[in-house]
DNA sequence: TGACACATACCAACCGGTCGGTATCTTTCT
DNA sequence: AGAAAGATACCGACCGGTTGGTATGTGTCA
């Protein structure tokens, strides 16, 4: 409430201005970041955008001048949150170099298995969150995560790909398919988390999705 | 809105008291079950008290008479959930009576697969969905949810520890834990529906379900 | 006659969104 | 160079409608 009154001198850009990779500290890019903390706390409909104003230390006003609606928001917001998970999904870790397809996609699993630690709202996702309660009330909503999960999907079917290419797959098995599969495990095993206040189930659950993969690219099986 | 005006007259249970089978039509059912279809569509906090009244076709003294708030609504609604789940799912159908424990098991999936068709918040979870929005404001509903999928996945267990019995199992996998993967698989199945709004990619994750049990349960592999 | 199962009327808080106004930065004209 | 004009980025009071919840009246049945 009261962070509105001491950010209203804000700094400019013209003194230290040496920050280049550093994520722009405008207001806009603060609405989007606090609306997609608070939406993973507490929902999109729970949310007001007086919450998501004050998380941002923002004015109402500064709300309603970047965006037309809180839908609106939510759109620009789903389409920032497929950029940091390619940023921190599928470029910043060392998964991404292994050199052997097979290897990579495991090591792909393993990493998406260590981010299931800590808070349950620090590792679930956003859009994931948001379709669920939006997929009736807001197509446009709707769209915006949908093409997410296709962006994630589609990146991770790449490596799949790789994989198929080089090792060959001995069942009917599509790599898109497989992709949007990995991507539910973890979508349901969100869930599980939330339901049971502890990332150890949804662990459990990539355990689960991490021998069905190895399975699947084993040699030596029937059929 | 209006469809409250219609009904303030409605029958009592007296004359036509001949159906035993059929569900108890009072209003604490109709409320039970408009709150479980109004949040299957629209989610929870998106979810008014006055449209649950309207769609049950009680007015809001006789929701405030049987819940002492929408909160207490949602954890008997849960609750409601899990018998319903235990009925249509668990006693209803063929399945349950199959012989042999791992035809009886994929008869469970193949029958969850053949749920996914149709409007999408027709075969979605209504406690996967409230789950997610109320985990972190709401520990009675949390707590509420989690008792109904922690039934889901003991019931299921007992189907595949029978498996285990007799078929064993080369993996370390415990039956519990394989419950719920089965029910995280869905969850993110249902996801996914969601955001693509159809059941079709559903269905294509149930079939990974599927494999992945199936080589689970095939002899002849090594470890 | 009194407990139960509602119905009606109402309330204060909160909701998303609007609006008139202001400070500052950028472009254009002379 | 410097004034004028316009665009951009807010600010915060305010609005009508909706929210979950309450207080009180009323008909019915044991």
Chains 1, 2 share one sequence.
Not at 51 to 71: N, Q
Not at 111 to 133: A, I, K, N, Y
Not at 147 to 155: D, K, N
Not at 173 to 196: E, S
Request: net charge neutral; with cysteine.
């Amino acid at each position: 409430m009261n962070a509105t009154r001491n950010m209203t001198k804000r700094q400019k850009g013209t003194a230290a201005a040496g920050s280049v990779v550093a994520p722009a500290r405008n207001s806009r890019a603060k609405l989007i970041e606090a609306a997609i903390a608070t939406v993973r706390y507490k929902g999109f409909s729970a949310t007001s955008v007086d919450e998501i104003c004050a998380a941002a230390g923002v004015t109402k006003g500064a709300f309603f001048h970047h965006f037309a609606s809180k839908e609106a928001l939510a759109v620009a917001a789903a389409g920032a949150w497929t950029e940091i998970a390619e940023q921190r999904i599928f470029t910043v870790p060392d998964w991404v170099r292994i050199a052997d397809p097979l290897d990579r996609l495991m090591g792909h699993i393993e990493f998406r298995l260590s981010m299931l630690s800590g808070p349950v709202e620090d590792f679930t996702c956003f859009v994931g969150t948001m379709v669920q309660e939006a997929y009736n009330s807001s197509d446009p909503i709707r769209a915006a995560c949908d093409a997410s999960i296709t962006a994630y999907a589609e990146r991770l079917a790449e490596h799949i790909e790789a994989t198929i290419d080089t090792y060959g797959i001995g069942h009917d098995v599509a790599a898109l398919d497989l992709a949007y599969h990995i991507q539910a495990v973890l979508q349901g095993a969100f869930i599980m988390a939330k339901a049971k206040g502890s990332p150890e189930i949804a662990r459990e659950n990539v355990a689960h999705l991490k021998r069905y993969v190895e399975m699947l690219f084993k040699r030596g099986d029937q059929q």
